[in-house]
């Protein structure tokens, strides 16, 4: 099957220039990139996290290959996700409109950096405060795997969304504020 692109920037409210340090799971991003996969040279992803060591790759959910409804129904599924994270967890992953400069968590590296406020669904990061205490970076890499099984699988299951990007081959890398639509939570079946 043809692979077959979206245009999203209807559902953009903002766009500010961002920084690769600045980047925190659950943003939206969009950056021009240069890497082999000519289809999408200007990938709009949901980033599930940043690896660091051997390689430095970016991981994310590409929302340029979902249509609308179904990017508004991923961003949704935070009862799901909560699922996913309550083996570990007692809050609720959340979808938030943030800004760096009030209420985002002031002992994280690099706050700041971003001056407009942005679209972030709140997923299990390495220092964020979480039940109250910092994650550490295996707790925070459990939960992904905990979310990746549980939820984030079946997603992929049915659209090839999943990429990793090198940060190498990015530029112009903007933070999006995104139309978060109506809450309508998915029946749980």
Same mark, same amino acid.
């Given at each position: 099957m043809a692979k077959r692109k979206y245009n999203h920037k209807q559902n953009y409210q903002g766009v500010q220039p961002g920084k690769l340090k600045a980047l925190y799971p659950g943003m939206v991003v969009e950056f021009k990139y240069s890497g082999e996969d000519i289809f999408d040279k200007k990938p709009l992803i949901l980033l599930l996290y940043k690896e660091y060591g051997k390689y430095d790759l970016i991981h994310g959910l590409n929302l340029n290959y979902l249509q609308g409804s179904a990017v508004q129904k991923l961003f949704c599924s935070c009862e799901l996700l909560h699922k996913g994270a309550s083996v570990y967890s &007692? /809050?609720? #992953? $959340? $979808?938030? #409109? %943030?800004s760096q400069m009030g209420d985002y968590d002031d002992t994280m590296p690099y706050r700041n950096l971003l001056k407009e406020e942005f679209t972030r669904i709140q997923l299990p990061t390495y220092k964020e405060k979480r039940d109250g205490n910092p994650?550490?970076?295996s707790e925070a890499k459990k %939960?992904? &795997? *905990?979310?990746? /099984?549980? *939820?984030?699988?079946k997603v992929l299951l049915k659209h090839n969304i999943y990429r990793t990007y090198t940060p190498s081959k990015m530029s112009s890398i903007k933070v999006i504020t995104f139309k978060l639509g109506e809450w309508h939570q998915p029946k749980l079946q």
């Open positions: &007692n /809050e609720p #992953i $959340r $979808r938030t #409109i %943030q994650l550490s970076k %939960q992904m &795997n *905990v979310l990746y /099984e549980k *939820v984030l699988k």
